[in-house]
């Protein structure tokens, strides 16, 4: 039976040290990173016939919806679940992502995409939950570009392949200037657009970007994020124009 290489960047905690792992398995016809990794589970054993522990990962719709298998395959930040082995080249090797502290494994703490959420406030805010009638209409144009910004799944990938997003510029990230996009085109979410313009004008925003057009390269969900960012470059040029000629 055909063997598959795999090479396995481990750790055991936050604080220990990351080492390599080589490991054998199966081949099979269209299995996905996810099973191979399950396989690699089964027996136990590296390649040299010594028990491991268990090698952790994240998952759980394995439909690439929810964004929680992103690792590093074979250098590329993807999602395990849609990653086929017979499209890999081989050995193939599997790490953390990069940009984020190491749980265990190949887990990681995503916590501050998510804070980044909160800093561009990307959600809708509602009066209460009674019934307050019919909302406001748009253009399809306009639903189909929602739809698309819609679709992130705070998978990390941007962040992973962008040079900009680390810890020197603090910097948000694509995937947060596409949200703040999102809901600014939305006509409740516009209420709150000034805010969001005027947190992504400062240090922590758009300022930071390189325009290496990277994150839409990995994005899983091929979402405009080169697009979003211009856009609201153009709407931060305007604030700051009119700022300047103390318009408000």
Known sequence: MEKIRVKIKRQENANSLPYWQEFEVDYEKDMNVIILLMK?????????????????????????????????????????????????????????????????????????????????????????????????????????IRYALSRCMTCGACLEACPQYNSFTNFVGPFAIAQAHLFNLHPTGSLYKKERIEFLAGKEGIANCSNAQLCVQVCPKEIPLTEAIAEVNFEITKYLINLALGIK
């Open 40 to 144: 690699i589970r089964e027996k136990m054993v590296d390649i040299n016939g010594n028990t491991i522990s268990p090698i952790m990962w994240e998952a759980s719709c394995l439909e690439q919806v929810c964004g929680s298998c992103t690792m590093v395959i074979n250098g590329i930040p993807r999602q395990a679940c849609a990653t086929l082995v017979d499209n890999l080249s081989k050995p193939i090797t599997i790490e953390p992502l990069s940009k984020f502290p190491v749980i265990r494994d190949l887990v990681v703490d995503r916590r501050k995409m998510f804070e980044a959420l909160k800093k561009v406030r990307a959600w809708i805010d509602i009066e209460g939950t009674h019934d307050m009638g019919a909302g406001p209409k748009y253009s399809q144009d306009l639903q189909r």
